[in-house]
């Protein structure tokens, strides 16, 4: 199994594909990797960062260098995160249609990262081109809540109002909607994730899928977590298709336990709180049974 993720790099820490690679080749996957921007270090330091990003017709450079050597004919998964710009994130599309070109099953997970806490890190427009553009082609999309109630419009308080923003994403495309963090009103001290599964074959009903599963929330912000998830559910649901508890199951377990040893080993510094992913090599690959999901459709 082949991914080809598009993602941010750091040269020190876990954010983009440094935190999404290893867990997908420890999982058995090969990974093609193109970093969206190469950056010394995550944007939270307090001293600031170096380096470059990529804009979008050096990605058309590089899509194009992979299809002249016959480098995308295996390739069986697109993953992308943060996109910076308009540029960027339009030449993603083009870099779906070739790879459709040699697979037309190829499997888009998408993360639209573009804000948290209240609060957009990309421009406006970005939500908007995500919205009417982007996730109609992807199979599969992991917003956190923030995001899903800017591409929605429905202000996620309540499981019900998670339902009714998981239909509104499904009704533009993806099969596959997982609301990766939510804090519901008279829940706060958890975290719920919700994952949704709606498909019809031709000629037959609808068959729609609807899991929930809790955990608490440790103590502190760690960067990178979002990239860690998406690509624990890229991988365990190519494996586990028609189960989404099992998959919610083991990336959540999986989650909860990278972040305790995260947080029991951090100094409290900035650098300190980078994710222990090495250090969590054996849980990723055998994710302990911490939490249950819960069938609720």
Not at 226 to 247: F, M, R
Not at 263 to 291: H, R, T, Y
Request: proline letters at 4%; charged letters at 20%; glycine letters at 8%.
């Amino acid at each position: 199994m082949r991914v080809l993720s598009i993602q941010s790099h750091v040269v020190s820490g876990y954010v983009g594909n440094k935190a999404a690679v290893f867990p997908l080749q420890l999982l058995g996957f090969d990974v093609d990797v193109i970093n969206s921007v190469q950056f010394s270090n995550h944007t939270g330091y307090p001293n600031k960062w170096e380096g470059d990003v990529l804009n979008g017709s050096q990605l058309d450079a590089l899509l194009n260098g992979l299809e002249r050597n016959d480098l995308l004919k295996n390739t069986e998964h697109l993953l992308t995160g943060y996109i910076g710009s308009e540029s960027f994130l339009r030449a993603i599309l083009r870099v779906l249609r070739t790879l459709k070109k040699y697979n037309s099953n190829i499997r888009y997970v998408c993360d639209p990262v573009f804000g948290d806490d209240g609060k957009l890190y990309v421009p406006a427009e970005l939500v908007d081109i995500y919205r009417a553009e982007v996730i109609p082609l992807a199979n599969v999309i992991t917003p956190n809540q923030f995001e899903v109630e800017q591409l929605t419009g429905v202000k996620i308080r309540s499981m019900e109002d998670a339902m009714t923003a998981v239909n509104a994403i499904h009704d533009i495309g993806p099969e596959i909607v997982i609301i990766t963090s939510m804090i519901l009103e008279g829940n706060s001290d958890k975290f719920s994730i919700l994952a949704s599964h709606k498909v019809q074959s031709k000629g037959e009903p609808i068959q729609h899928s609807v899991w929930c599963i809790e955990s608490p929330i440790l103590e502190g912000r760690y960067t990178g977590t979002g990239d860690v998830t998406s690509a624990l559910l890229l991988a365990w649901s190519a494996k586990n298709l028609n189960d989404l508890g099992s998959v919610l199951e083991k990336t959540v377990s999986t989650m909860y336990t990278l972040i305790e040893t995260t947080m029991k080993q951090s100094d409290g510094s900035v650098a300190g709180k980078e994710l222990k992913l090495i250090q969590s090599k054996n849980i990723i690959e055998n994710p302990p049974q911490l939490f249950k999901a819960k069938k609720i459709l």
